[in-house]
């Protein structure tokens, strides 16, 4: 069974930085889209940005030139570099795949903006 796991999130300020890191228990990541989403209290999860494996990527109007994705095929990692961040950013923050399958779904890290 393959497991994610997110991490790196915490508590910012409006206008600072964080970065995420997604890291997959075994080499799927060369097989999917991957995503990193986002749930806030009382909304529905949301896709914020995607990749794809030959690097090509897309992100939300509401992030776009704010956060970029990478990913590391031989590592098993993607990650979520978030900058310049706002209060509405705040969330739980996920990976999964894109479209996303049930069986990815992990913990998630919180992500909080706020002074």
């Known amino acids: 069974q393959v497991e994610l796991v997110e991490s790196g999130g915490g508590l910012v300020q409006p206008g600072g930085s964080l970065r995420l890191s997604c890291v997959a228990s075994?080499?799927?990541?060369?097989?999917?889209?991957m995503g990193w989403y986002r749930q806030a209290p009382g909304q529905q999860r949301e896709l914020v940005a995607a990749i794809v494996s030959s690097g090509s990527t897309n992100y939300a109007d509401s992030v776009k030139g704010r956060f970029t994705i990478s990913r590391d095929n031989a590592k098993n990692t993607v990650d979520l570099q978030m900058n310049s961040l706002k209060p509405e950013d705040t969330a739980v923050y996920y990976c999964?795949?894109?479209?996303?399958?049930?069986?990815?779904w992990g913990q998630g890290t919180q992500v909080t903006v706020s002074s």
């Open positions: 075994r080499s799927i990541f060369k097989f999917y889209v």
């Open positions: 999964n795949t894109n479209p996303p399958q049930a069986r990815f």
